[in-house]
Nanobody, 117 residues
Framework: QVQLVESGGGLVQFGGSLRLSCVASGSISLTNIMSWYRQAPGKQRELVASIGFGDMIKYGDSVKGRFTISGDNAKTVYLQMNDLKPEDTAVYYC????????????WGQGTQVTVSS
């Protein structure tokens, strides 16, 4: 089992910045993809950004140029969010995938990000 703990959410004004962190513990595999997803009320969960083996990075279209994902080891991933907009308001979830099976995917509890206009 893998546990994911997110931190760094909160309330910020339009145009402000926040940095989210996610730390993994437990049965860690060096081969992994760590991602941030978000879910706003009444909407489907969507991919925000992901970082994988060899620093392969992917961003959702709505955050390109404003958000940056990074990791400093096999256990920690960050999401730097700049130029925040009200539409970025959502619960942000950390995700870790260590294989193709359902049992190889793990989720954090989520952290709320609220952007006021």
């Amino acid at each position: 089992q893998v546990q994911l703990v997110e931190s760094g959410g909160g309330l910020v004004q339009f145009g402000g910045s926040l940095r989210l962190s996610c730390v993994a513990s437990g049965s860690i595999s060096l081969t992994n993809i760590m991602s941030w997803y978000r879910q706003a009320p009444g909407k489907q969960r969507e991919l925000v950004a992901s970082i994988g083996f060899g620093d392969m990075i992917k961003y959702g279209d709505s955050v390109k140029g404003r958000f940056t994902i990074s990791g400093d080891n096999a256990k920690t991933v960050y999401l730097q969010m700049n130029d925040l907009k009200p539409e970025d308001t959502a619960v942000y979830y950390c995700n870790r995938r260590q294989g193709l099976a359902v049992r190889d995917e793990f989720w954090g509890q989520g952290t709320q990000v609220t952007v006021s206009s």
